[in-house]
């Protein structure tokens, strides 16, 4: 086919002819212009002697395979769209590829519809306006560029890469250290960043009320369904679907969440007809799966097909040199928010933050910084502030200081001062002592302590 100035181009490299065939027919019918190449060579002759739009490439190929293609293409032609198509022995060698710089890769066989449309969506985006800026999310900091430590560096850079495709992500981390945030973020800076970023909480949610959550159901479909209902799966269509605490989930609910990602069609309890949905999977955890696997409590085909990419969070303690940045933003939005003169921080109480721990990490830092705005005398922040917060003692040392007392009136007192520090937010104090929610809950109805009335002291 011959190339016009209204066209797009579309380059096709692949060893098998078949491929390359079934390919220029299928795209050919949409209006787009097909170029054919058999290998890597013969298709870096043709961007250099034509205009391409975007690239459809095999990764296994001989003599030059699909990496190096990629990388010939990001040094000579940065900026034009790679997508892979690979076996799915050959996986691996794809995810690779889109952290590398690849925008996509589809599995063989794949479905030909889907890749035109996938193909005609990402030409359509390349011509358009450059997408707008992230918006955070409430609560964000917007200082993901400015971060300081090479480790979140490298991490953000990885974030751009992913965002780019639609590849399953699964983001791991400590408690407190900004998984959901992440997960945003290659949301906001993805193809679906106006669509739907649905959240669900699998550690929060009892174990029978997940599965109508995700899959919804149908009206009289079990006791107290008095009505249809959406799952949030279905709710996320076109958007991403994002599970935290995955690692929480029932074995039931994983058979029916790898069915949900190998068939991409959903059906409500109670209902007989599938839906289809298309959404992008982001799983986060701070449990060990591979432990997981090991123990029997986790599906290794499960954890397979949400790892696509792995990113992994520092904890703060590793990350001290972004700090700094984070207590400076938190002050900041903290003044506004309390409608308080602007804050000083000392160079003393700048020191005494960055040497502290952190187990809760920025969830805890952000927690106690609004704690120490509120407590802080003539707009001076010093370390005493954050005494009051209780954030200078881990649950180890306030057991120690209060060896005159029974171990459980210890154990019972340091949850207390917990609670106390994040108004009763069960979640949260679990995160400040370093403890699952299941424990903390234990605790709690352990010493009859009524969390619910916890008020913070700041």
């Known amino acids: 086919?011959?190339?016009?100035?209204?066209?797009?181009?579309?380059?096709?490299?692949?060893?098998?002819?078949?491929?390359?065939?079934?390919?220029?027919?299928?795209?050919?019918?949409?209006?787009?212009?097909?170029?054919?190449?058999?290998?890597?060579?013969?298709?870096?002759?043709?961007?250099?002697?034509?205009?391409?739009?975007?690239?459809?490439?095999?990764?296994?190929?001989?003599?030059?395979?699909?990496?190096?293609?990629?990388?010939?293409?990001?040094?000579?032609?940065p900026g034009l769209p790679v997508i892979f198509l690979t076996a799915y022995a050959n996986v691996p060698d794809a995810v690779k590829a889109v952290r590398f710089g690849a925008v996509d890769y589809v599995e063989k066989p794949f479905d030909g519809k889907a890749l035109t449309e996938k193909i005609k969506m990402m030409l359509d985006e390349s011509e358009g306006p450059a997408p707008p800026q992230p918006v955070d999310p409430p609560g964000g900091t917007h200082i993901d560029e400015d971060v300081k430590s090479p480790a979140m560096q490298n991490l953000h850079g990885l974030v751009k890469k992913v965002a780019r495709s639609s590849v399953n992500v699964l983001i791991l981390g400590e408690s407190g250290v900004g998984k959901e945030r992440i997960a945003n973020r290659i949301h906001l800076l993805g193809q679906r960043q106006k669509k739907p970023f649905v959240v669900v909480d699998c550690g929060a949610t009892p174990a029978g009320l997940l599965e109508s959550e995700l899959f919804g159901h149908l009206k009289g479909s079990f006791t107290h369904a008095v009505a249809d209902k959406k799952g949030l799966i279905e709710t996320a269509d076109t958007g991403t679907l994002f599970l935290d605490e995955i690692g929480n989930i029932s074995h039931e609910m994983q058979i029916r969440l790898l069915r949900f990602i190998e068939d991409r069609t959903i059906r409500r309890i109670g209902g007989?007809?599938?839906?289809?949905?298309?959404?992008?999977?982001?799983?986060?955890?701070?449990?060990?799966?591979?432990?997981?696997?090991?123990?029997?409590?986790?599906?290794?085909?499960?954890?397979?097909?949400?790892?696509?990419?792995?990113l992994t969070i520092p904890p703060l303690r590793e990350?001290?040199?972004?700090?700094?940045?984070?207590?400076?933003?938190?002050?900041?939005?903290?003044?506004?928010?309390?409608?308080?003169?602007?804050?000083?921080?000392?160079?003393?109480?700048?020191?005494?933050?960055?040497?502290?721990?952190w187990p809760g990490n920025v969830r805890e830092l952000k927690n106690a910084i609004e704690g120490g705005i509120v407590m802080c005398r003539n707009n001076v922040l010093r370390p005493e502030d954050f005494h009051v917060a209780g954030i200078t003692r881990t649950c180890s040392e306030s057991m120690s200081d209060e060896s005159c007392l029974s171990l459980e009136e210890s154990e019972k007192n340091t949850i207390l001062r917990a609670?106390?520090?994040?108004?009763?937010?069960?979640?949260?104090?679990?995160?400040?002592?370093?403890?699952?929610?299941?424990?903390?809950?234990?605790?709690?109805?352990?010493?009859?302590?009524?969390?619910?009335?916890?008020?913070?002291?700041?």
């Open 1 to 77: 086919m011959k190339n016009t100035d209204q066209s797009k181009t579309v380059l096709v490299v692949d060893d098998d002819h078949n491929v390359l065939e079934v390919l220029d027919a299928r795209l050919s019918s949409c209006g787009l212009t097909v170029y054919k190449a058999d290998g890597g060579r013969k298709a870096l002759q043709m961007l250099d002697t034509h205009r391409i739009d975007l690239v459809v490439s095999d990764v296994k190929m001989p003599e030059m395979d699909g990496m190096t293609l990629l990388s010939e293409i990001i040094r000579t032609q």
């Open 272 to 310: 007989l007809k599938g839906t289809p949905v298309d959404c992008r999977i982001i799983a986060a955890t701070n449990a060990d799966l591979g432990e997981a696997i090991k123990a029997g409590r986790f599906r290794e085909d499960l954890f397979f097909r949400l790892r696509v990419v792995t």
């Open 319 to 357: 990350r001290k040199a972004d700090i700094p940045l984070l207590v400076d933003h938190f002050t900041s939005q903290y003044c506004s928010q309390h409608n308080v003169k602007p804050v000083m921080v000392l160079k003393e109480t700048m020191d005494w933050l960055c040497d502290y721990s």
């Open 419 to 458: 609670l106390e520090q994040t108004g009763g937010v069960q979640k949260e104090a679990a995160d400040v002592l370093g403890i699952s929610r299941r424990a903390i809950h234990y605790k709690i109805k352990k010493y009859g302590i009524d969390a619910g009335s916890i008020k913070a002291r700041y």
